[in-house]
Structure formats: C-alpha cells, structure tokens
C-alpha cells in the first residue's frame, strides 16, 4: 500500500538549533516529492519538488534532500516565524493523487 | 496571497441542512481537488476534477456531491450534513504539467454539524 510517513509527529526547537525533519515513502517508481508548510487556519502552502535520489532544493533556511526511500528538510538556524506544520505528499502508484503524510509540527522559540 | 478561494470561512449548521462550500480560483488550472482535513490528521482526497464537466470520487467515502461546470468554479454539496461531516475542508488546484504539479490550496472552510 502507498505510504507516507513522516518523523517526529512534533518538534521544538530553539531558535537558531538547526535539525531535520523525515518523510519516508514506500510508493513504487517515485514520480516526485512535495513539501507543503501549513499555517494554523490556512491551506498548505508549496515549497518544492524532489523527483530523483540526490536532488537538492533550497529556499531561505530550508534545504530538502531526497534519497531512493526518504526525504530530508534541514532546517538551518530557524526562526519562530518558521514554526508551522509541514506536510510531505507523493503521486501514489496509479498516478492518480497524491499521498499526504501526517505532518510534523514544529515550534521554534525566540 | 492564495489565488484560490473558499467561502465561507467558518460554518456552523444543524444536522440535516443542505450546504454548499464554494471554491473558485483564477489561475486558469484545469485540474481540481477537495480534500478534507481532521487535526492531526493527513489530508484525504474527496473529489476531483480534470476539466469542465469532468468530476471523479477520490479514496474517502463521502456523501458529498461536486459539479464543474466553469473552470474556476468547483463548488462540494453536502444534501444533509451530519455531525460525522464536522472537519476542515480544503479545495485545491493544479496546472497541466502531469500530476507533478504542485497543488495549489485555499484557506479552507471549517464545517462543524451540531
């Protein structure tokens, strides 16, 4: 069954301790990876789209990483203004929707 | 700022009224999706459409009904809500570049059924 999965389910930090957050995927032939950010009352919003192992994107104090079964989003010194939830997504093996993990939320402190 | 929208925003009604959320969006996209959202919980697909007059059930058993009949309009129908309905409703979009673009959200409607 096409999975998304992502770790840890919450994560605080202070601001400026860099970490990462995980999403693993079990859907066969990886036809991309999205990472979405969702504010509390808003839609996800897009940050980016990883469609092969070794594929790296940046966005101010973001970086995403991709591997043949899991992605990484770094997130380097980060400031209370990133705190949201953020959610992984991929094409599920029909190719007909996307997948959504549950999210990780994650609380930067001043 | 999100070129989609949803309305209304909030929305509290007594078990069995017939409501109607509205989507619209002005980007041009083809593709359409509801997908509704429980705290905590991942996003599940309701509906979703490719086209004008096109309109297909996602993986969630729903008792909602779409329509597309403008390509920006993609309103959800619920006949008679039912406290089980009470949830976050999120409508979304997408260009034509395959299913590996980037889906575009509104800010939702949160739907409670007293």
């Known amino acids: 069954e096409d999975q998304v999965t992502q770790s840890p389910e919450a994560l605080r930090l202070q601001e400026g301790e860099s970490s990462s957050l995980n999403c693993s995927y079990t859907?066969?032939?990886?036809?991309?990876l999205f990472w979405y950010r969702q504010d509390p009352g808003k839609g996800p919003e897009f940050l980016f789209t990883?469609?092969?192992a070794g594929e790296e994107k940046e966005k101010e104090r973001l970086k995403a990483t991709l591997t043949k079964k899991e992605s990484f989003l770094h997130i380097t010194a980060p400031k209370p203004e990133d705190s949201a939830t953020y959610l992984c997504?991929?094409?599920?093996?029909?190719?007909?929707?996307?997948?959504f993990g549950t999210g990780t939320r994650l609380l930067v402190s001043p | 700022e999100a070129d989609i929208y949803q309305t209304p925003r909030y929305l509290v009604i007594g078990t069995g009224k017939k409501i109607t959320l509205e989507c619209s969006q002005t980007?041009?996209?083809?593709?359409m999706y509801w997908y509704q959202q429980d705290p905590g919980m991942e996003l599940h697909l309701i509906h979703y459409?490719?086209?004008?007059?096109?309109?297909e059930k996602g993986d969630l058993s729903s008792e909602s009904t779409v329509s597309r009949i403008r390509t920006e309009h993609f309103p959800l129908t619920l006949e008679s809500a039912r406290p089980s309905h009470t949830s976050q409703y999120l409508c979304?979009?997408?260009?034509?570049?395959?299913?590996?673009?980037?889906?575009?959200f509104g800010n939702g409607t949160r739907l409670t059924v007293t």
């Open positions: 979304a979009s997408s260009g034509d570049r395959g299913y590996n673009s980037p889906l575009h």
């Open positions: 859907v066969s032939g990886l036809r991309g």
């Open positions: 990883l469609y092969s």
């Open positions: 997504a991929s094409p599920n093996t029909g190719f007909q929707k996307l997948v």
């Open positions: 980007m041009g996209h083809d593709k």
């Open positions: 459409s490719y086209g004008v007059n096109s309109t």
